[in-house]
């Protein structure tokens, strides 16, 4: 019986412990911030949670949020990739000097997306240039 209530006592699923915590505080009428300790949340961060959940007092608050599909990135055979492993290798250029190199080869680039293909490729950032040398 005992690890029974455990399960419910120690939720490990974040959806579960939401609800654990909100029973607690609206149904037990355990006070607000025995709650929150109780079930590891910040007395902010609870008071937060209450606030939020008497704005959509539906079932459905306490679902698994759904997951964010990652962005995409460029795919292996893209020329892009290619270039800008070229341009880093080649130049030791910083990421806004490729951006601006693949532009004048007509390849449309942004900042993030080459620095995300030079960290999978397993480039290092650079160090910070003296700015005679920057871009």
Known sequence: MTSFSNFFQSPTHQAHRRYEALRAYYVDGV??????ERFGYAYGSF????HAFRKNPTESF???SPKKPLRP????EDPRRARVIALRQTYNASIYQIVDLLAEEG???SAPLVDRILKEAGFEPL???PPDQRS
Not at 31 to 36: I, T
Request: aromatic share 8%; glycine share 4%; charged share 20%.
């Open 31 to 36: 006070p607000g911030k025995q709650a929150a």
């Open 47 to 50: 008071k937060n949670l209450c």
């Open 62 to 64: 306490f679902w698994p």
């Open 73 to 76: 990135t460029a795919k292996p």
């Open 107 to 109: 390849l449309t680039s």
């Open 127 to 129: 160090s910070r240039r």
